[in-house]
């Protein structure tokens, strides 16, 4: 039965009831009337679920498809390109920044394995050039007992006992505050002969061979030699300028790494806001923009979650492939200490990933969405029943929050967006905190917008009759 031949009987019934003037049967027709109104309302229900249905599955056009694969692709490009993002970006601040650089290797010449290794290089440097057979030769007699004494409790063997004498030696200084003074003003010197280094264009302190990254330890070993001296073995002052190199990384394809580490340092932060582009691009194409947003923020976050596993898989790797010579405990520490910030950032995309998703999931209409924004909502609306029942009151600024509620939260977001951008790389933990201070800004809008239960009460209260 259409709605045209329900209203042609309504108003046939309504002509034979005026016709018959029964008042009595007044309260018929209104119940017959209420029960045409309930029974139109439930054809067009009907109606207009066959006409969702009908519309569901008619196949879309042809422009939705492209449109749909455009924007799915590039999505998809956006996502690979974030771990690359992610590296360029790390690329650049490390090498063009000189603070930036000092800061990362800083806490290396603290580390224990990074002080062993360099004791270890240097003691080898410095029993290259003592002569055993004419040691105590050199020394002066008033400084014979010393040097007998020292060398008596290290063992039998002189050279033995040389080689413990001088690591001792060595040891003291790179836990010397000596040692750390020298690390950082080495570090900061040699900054631009690593840019040079790394991008092919010269060589420095810092030198690139055909499979390794090394540093020049003849500063530590300067120090040690005055350490030996004081100690009584004088013969350690005749030991002439010494040059060893201390290994940073090592790798059997470092001049491939060189190349692609410049095009890395080029692209610089631009290719992440690529990323970013791209995605955001996909997003505003599709046609179903929250899904796309959902999907693009994942991306992202499963992109940098990747990026996070191939630099723990690829630490494994790289020191099983180390040879003999190398401390697999110094190269651990160096390589941690190199790619800390790249993990870091590693950890914001992903927490910032989620984060989006999540929001876009919750704005959405799905059930489970539309159950927990219902739960936030009784839970604002709860608390500012209570607030209101202990007498607290919002004066203007409630109607002026409800009035321009929409404007705030963009106002509120677009803060929060604008401050982890520009914050000075945030971690992770920064990222969440702003999260959830973002958050509580719009709880605090959402019960400032809240009516006011015992105000709606006494606007409805009637009012006494003079």
Known sequence: ????????????????????????????????????????ARIAALEASAASAASAQTPRPPHHRLRSFCAALLVVIGCVLTPLGIVAAWTSDIVGDTDRYVQTVTPLASDPAVQEAVANRVTTAVMEHIDLNSLLEGV??????????????LGDSLESAVGSFVHDRAQDVVASPAFETIWIDANRAIHTSLDRALTGSDDGAVKIETDKVTIDLAPVIDRVKER???SGLTVAGKIPEVHTDFTVLQADDIGKVKTGFSLLQVMGVWLPVISVLLVAGGVLLAVRRRRALVAGALGIAVAALVLGIALTVFRTVYLNALPSGVSPAAAGAVYDTLV????????????????????????????????????????????????????????????????YRTWITW????????????????????????????LFALAVVAFLAEESHDGDAHEKEPQPVA
């Open 140 to 153: 002066a007699p008033e400084q014979r007992p010393l040097l007998e004494k020292a060398l008596g409790k």
């Open 1 to 40: 039965m259409s709605l045209r031949g329900v209203g042609a009987v309504d108003a046939k019934d309504r002509g034979a009831d005026g016709a018959d003037g029964d008042g009595g049967d007044g309260g018929a027709d209104r119940a017959g009337g209420d029960d045409l109104a309930a029974l139109r």
């Open 411 to 438: 106002i509120l977001v677009a803060a929060a967006a604008l401050s982890c951008v520009f914050w000075p790389h945030p971690t992770g933990w920064v990222v969440l905190g702003l999260a959830l201070g973002l």
């Open 340 to 403: 800390r910030y790249l993990r870091t950032s590693v950890r914001v995309f992903v927490t910032l990933g989620v984060l989006i998703a999540l929001a876009a999931w919750i704005s959405g209409p799905s059930r489970p969405a539309t159950l927990a924004r219902g739960l936030w909502d009784s839970g604002i609306s709860a608390t500012r029943g209570t607030a209101d029942r202990a007498g607290l009151r919002t004066g203007p600024v409630g109607p002026f929050v409800r009035r």
């Open 228 to 230: 030996l001296v004081d």
